[in-house]
């Protein structure tokens, strides 16, 4: 049980292609958001679905995959950890962040044809 302490498994669509960067040092960081919905009928029947944002991150191999081959609107697995960080924005604000570091990625859905 000690590996299931911070793991994360999603599975949704892009919201937007990858922003890649190669980083000092040649390390490669890919950050992309994924939307998965949550499917629920309230009290007098009526059926909702609640779209949920995550933002997620990935290093090295993975970031050159997601570079290759994820769009928006692809359909994608992930695997990864929860990340909490904290930075100071231009105005001097604190913000917070939390995102999925990516540990594993499986591309979802059939061929597409254009």
Do not use: C
């Amino acid at each position: 049980m000690y590996a299931l302490k911070n793991k994360v498994q999603l599975i949704g669509n892009l919201g937007n292609s990858p922003d890649v960067r190669t980083l000092e040092g040649g390390r490669k960081m890919a950050r992309f958001s994924m939307a998965t919905n949550e499917n629920y009928r309230n009290a007098e029947g009526e059926r909702f679905t609640e779209t949920h944002w995550h933002n997620l991150i990935a290093w090295g191999k993975l970031a050159d995959i997601a570079e290759r081959f994820l769009e928006k609107g692809k359909e994608v697995a992930i695997e990864g950890k929860l990340i909490n960080r904290s930075y100071q924005d231009r105005e001097g604000n604190k913000r917070y962040v939390t995102e999925i570091q990516v540990n594993e990625l499986l591309l979802l859905g059939g061929k597409t044809t254009d």
